[in-house]
């Protein structure tokens, strides 16, 4: 029976599937009460999650998010049923940190994650399409520097309690958000009561959903930069088939809920500064790819026991406080006396990103095995 299992997410049927619950999983959570098309994003959940724990101190965005935690959760289940949980570390742990904070930053920029790039085009944000271009791009740059050689170095097996100090860390989260304490007067821990932090589904529905996207996410090995990676490494497009049936089933379900609006200005949680939408997630492609995966993927293998995925994890979630408490996020667009004012980033965040584009760039050129 598991061996059937396994072929079958290991399948183009499979991995379609596993991307079309994703989808739908997503647009629920919006409809339940999550933010507007962002019923999942990595990026931006992690970034609620530094403002909850005291990183930042952005009042809008603080909140644990559940499914950042179930994603790893599930994951780490979905790994020890499989016998795939295999503890490994020493690939340039640093580097990786540092990739992180800059995935961040330009995440932040465009203010979502690839998911939730997804998930915007699937309401109708016309600026999601920008983004994606600006993904893409990135993604292409990574991928010339690995046909030229380029690597981080191999992992190396460790023990198995090293492999389970990021989900040790999740469960920890979890007893945070459960319980609420507050260890000193005025914080943290925070928690939001206007703006997207105090958007969110409930605790245990967000759990469920979490779990179900991670265990999916383990088996089919689903990763969004991974698809277009693999498109243009090999012409593979297997993984790519699963980001189309998130795609697909999440605007169906949208379209039922009433909860597609199409346009660029006005978007909830969005700008429309097209030029730095695509700056933003062409960083943030450049990053995933030198990094080895998308920020939903690294917290899948950090489920597995990946080490080096937990400090891309940490980097981005460090990276949100330090985007925030320099003014270096997006602000979205606004209406302002009928019109709308459109947001976009500040003098901070414009070379904010330009660096990380240096640095990541550096990354990619000097860190290459000789051919």
């Known amino acids: 029976m598991q061996q059937r299992f396994s072929s079958f997410f290991a399948s183009r049927r499979g991995i379609l599937v596993a991307g079309a619950i994703i ?3 997503a647009a629920l959570l919006q409809y339940l009460g999550n933010p507007p098309n962002m019923g999942v994003c990595v990026a931006c959940f992690e970034r609620d999650m530094a403002g909850a724990l005291g990183l930042h101190r952005a009042a809008a965005v603080q909140y644990i998010r559940p499914e950042i935690i179930a994603f790893v959760l599930g994951a780490l289940g979905a790994a020890l049923v499989a016998g795939e949980f295999r503890p490994r570390a020493g690939s340039a742990p640093i580097v990786r940190f540092v990739l992180g904070m800059f995935a961040m930053v330009g995440g932040l920029a465009f203010l979502g994650c690839p998911w939730r790039a997804l998930l915007r085009l699937a309401g109708g944000d016309l600026n999601a399409v920008i983004g994606a271009a600006g993904l893409v791009l990135g993604v292409a740059a990574g991928v010339g520097f690995l046909k030229n050689g380029y690597s981080l170095g191999r992992s190396y097996r460790t023990y198995r309690g090293a492999g389970l100090i ?4 999740m469960v920890g989260l979890l007893l945070l958000v459960v319980c609420r304490p507050r260890f000193t007067p005025d914080g943290p821990i925070f928690f939001s009561t206007t703006g997207p932090g105090a958007m969110h589904a ?8 979490g779990l179900v996207i991670g265990g999916l996410a383990q088996r089919t090995r689903f990763c969004t930069m991974g698809s277009v990676r693999d498109v243009m490494l090999m012409g593979d497009t297997h993984l790519i088939s699963g980001v189309g049936g998130l795609l697909a089933a999440a605007f169906a379900v949208n379209l039922v809920l009433g909860q597609v609006h199409f ?4 978007q909830p949680v969005a700008h429309s500064s097209h030029l730095w939408n695509v700056l933003g997630m062409s960083l943030s492609g450049l990053a995933y790819a030198l990094g080895g995966g ?3 993927r690294q917290l899948i293998l950090s489920g597995e026991g990946d080490g ?3 400090m891309f994890v940490l980097g981005m979630i460090v990276g949100a406080g330090v985007a925030h408490n320099f003014a270096l996020a997006a602000t979205p667009d606004r209406i302002v006396g009928g019109a709308i004012e459109v947001g ?16 990541c760039l550096a990354v990619g050129f000097t860190m ?4």
Do not use: Q, S, T
């Open 202 to 209: 409930p605790i245990l529905l967000a759990l469920a959903a």
């Open 263 to 266: 346009g660029f200005g006005g």
């Open 294 to 296: 998308c920020p939903g």
């Open 166 to 169: 990021l989900p040790l860390l």
């Open 308 to 310: 080096d995925a937990g």
């Open 23 to 25: 989808g739908v999983v």
């Open 344 to 359: 976009g980033l500040g003098p901070a965040g414009m070379v904010a990103v330009v660096l990380g584009l240096v640095v």
């Open 368 to 371: 290459r095995e000789k051919l």
